[in-house]
């Protein structure tokens, strides 16, 4: 074989480099020549890549790049039927149970199929479609609020609302195309819509749109004209439209579904910081010797001459909040005397840490209501009968108030509160209250329009001949929370007893929905005496509403329903009233990652 000749071998190796090192120069002055904004775009697309993965897929709706949209049922009315059927569907509101009610109206149910080319089927859709463009009623805004609210917002998302509707348009386009039609037009719809989706990003306002977003609008106009000439069907298009419209709507109230599955299944859930704070002070218990155990003062704890307070509560932090703001805000503090109810698996911590946060000026007394001899044997199974699968309602301690008398057989008054409130005013004066007779002291929730108004209907079935017969669904509805109790009174009326076969009654059939607040209405109903609305304040616990003022003027505050303010829903523009009262800096909480 002939050798290669020097001056060859290097004429190829030269070759050679070229041909490799040529491509990484280009790309890295490519990559210097990006600009700021071409450089976010970019890594904007690459973040969307990523997290494009982890969107939720639901299985019952499909994705709006599939086929098949479902679409809403839609419905002819005869002329001047549409006002009658607004008045008969609020007529069924207010009358639900009432089974003989008939419409008068016709519906003619038309199913719906979205094809190309269908022209004769496009002519059976309907030209008035009330029930696609539900909108809801708002109140209008004042001259003032009109100008330096209203004329801002819609300044300053015009362009951002315009993209949104062409990507929306550029979708409907698509998926009404059918298969193998116009395949090139397609593909750059599909095109434009990925460049406008990945500069437009999470933008809400105008200002946050990159330049690119802008440049890329021209391009996406140009292709949906020629999609206006291609697919010229505009009663299908329309048709498509409404179908995507639903379909999302459908994904909305899945989502808010969800929502509302996860906000109640936090509410029931434990949070790990407050599991660790309670296996941390349970074994610290007992690793105390039994005489360290006792709390100090003991001969006060059935003494009348005191001022006896009650809580029931299975959760550290939310008992100590109770009693600490209790005695922060009595001017009298070592006249009080707090008796904390607990179960079993939650004595040990709760003792622990009340004996390590001793209060020197009021005295504190921690029952085990397990080892009490006052509830039924078979009360476990009977609280399980109430077709419940909220342990909150079917707790021991939730109903365990019915037997306050029995509890406390040596005290004549006392004032019971939940473990979710917040005592903010000294409460002495209601011991001089005259009771006039009555067994219980509340603030009554009955007067319409207030954020605390709940009806006696709403929770207990009237349409029960038994209950129908003895109470009334227009009796005065009042709160658990904070309550001043005669005992007294309630053992001369035997309400226990009462309380017992009302509650046996319900495990049989149903009467009412799980909890102890309706049982409570009935077993107190026409024993209750109205106390006044600044003693008692409800609602920082759910959307309620409730005023600045009210909570200000407020002697106890009230985290009614599942936004607790220990848990990560609680609303924060209220958590700070009870922060305030939890020792942050304590080293069990700081070990245990509670932090305010």
Not at 347 to 366: D, E, G
Not at 458 to 465: C, L, M, Q
Not at 501 to 516: D, E, H, M, V
Request: aromatic share 10%.
């Amino acid at each position: 074989m002939k050798q290669i000749r020097p001056w060859q071998r290097i004429l190829f190796l030269s070759l050679l480099s070229i041909s490799v090192f040529a491509p990484l120069i280009l790309v890295s002055n490519r990559l210097k020549s990006i600009t700021p904004v071409g450089r976010r775009e970019f890594i904007e697309d690459l973040s969307r890549i990523r997290f494009r993965t982890d969107d939720l897929r639901l299985s019952a709706i499909g994705q709006e790049d599939g086929e098949g949209f479902k679409g809403p049922r839609l419905i002819l009315f005869k002329d001047g039927e549409l006002n009658s059927l607004v008045k008969d569907n609020s007529s069924d509101e207010s009358d639900a149970g009432n089974n003989n009610h008939k419409h008068r109206e016709e519906q003619v149910i038309v199913a719906q199929k979205v094809t190309v080319g269908s022209d004769e089927k496009d002519q059976l859709l309907p030209t008035v479609n009330q029930l696609a463009n539900k909108t809801d009623f708002n109140p209008p805004f004042s001259k003032g609020e009109k100008n330096t609210r209203v004329q801002p917002d819609r300044a300053t998302d015009v362009k951002t609302k315009e993209i949104r509707d062409k990507i929306i348009q550029a979708k409907a386009y698509v998926n009404f195309a059918p298969p193998g039609s116009n395949a090139q037009l397609v593909k750059e719809l599909r095109a434009r819509m990925k460049e406008l989706e990945r500069s437009v990003g999470d933008a809400i306002k105008d200002k946050d749109l990159s330049k690119g977003a802008l440049r890329r609008v021209k391009p996406m106009e140009n292709a949906l004209y020629k999609a206006s000439r291609v697919f010229n069907n505009c009663p299908a298009i329309a048709t498509k439209l409404r179908a995507m419209n639903y379909n999302s709507e459908e994904q909305v109230q899945a989502q808010k579904n969800q929502a509302a599955y996860l906000m109640q299944l936090a509410a029931r859930t434990t949070p790990k910081g407050l599991h660790c704070l309670s296996m941390r002070l349970t074994s610290e218990y007992f690793s105390l010797e039994p005489e360290k155990r006792q709390m100090p003062n003991q001969q006060k704890f059935y003494d009348r001459s005191f001022n006896h307070y009650v809580v029931f509560s299975d959760n550290i932090l939310a008992s100590s909040v109770v009693v600490n703001s209790t005695i922060s805000s009595s001017k009298e503090p070592e006249r009080i005397v707090f008796h904390v109810v607990t179960d079993s698996l939650n004595y040990p911590s709760i003792s622990m840490w009340f004996l390590l946060n001793i209060q020197s000026r009021a005295t504190i007394q921690i029952l085990n209501i397990d080892d009490m001899d006052v509830l039924p044997s078979d009360y476990d199974q009977l609280l399980m009968k109430q077709n419940s699968n909220d342990p909150r309602f079917i707790s021991t301690l939730n109903h365990a108030r019915f037997y306050l008398p029995d509890i406390f057989p040596g005290l004549n008054k006392m004032v019971l509160f939940d473990h979710d409130v917040v005592v903010q005013r000294d409460l002495s004066r209601l011991w001089s209250i005259d009771m006039k007779g009555k067994v219980i002291g509340a603030v009554e929730t009955c007067l319409p329009g207030e954020s605390s108004f709940r009806s006696m209907s709403r929770f207990i079935n009237f349409s029960d001949t038994w209950v129908a017969g003895k109470f009334s669904a227009r009796a005065c509805t009042w709160a658990f929370g904070m309550n001043l109790v005669d005992l007294e009174e309630w053992r001369r009326r035997k309400l226990t007893s009462t309380y017992i076969r009302y509650f046996n009654l319900g495990t049989k059939r149903p009467l009412w929905k799980a909890g102890s607040l309706p049982i409570g209405w009935l077993t107190f109903y026409r024993q209750t005496l109205a106390l006044d609305k600044r003693w008692h304040v409800m609602g920082l616990g759910r959307e309620s509403g409730v005023r600045e003022v009210d909570i200000e003027q407020a002697a106890v505050i009230h985290y009614d329903g599942i936004m607790k303010p220990w848990l990560d829903i609680g609303k924060e523009k209220y958590k700070h009233y009870w922060n305030i009262h939890v020792p942050y800096h304590h080293t069990y909480l700081q070990q245990c990652n509670l932090h305010a």
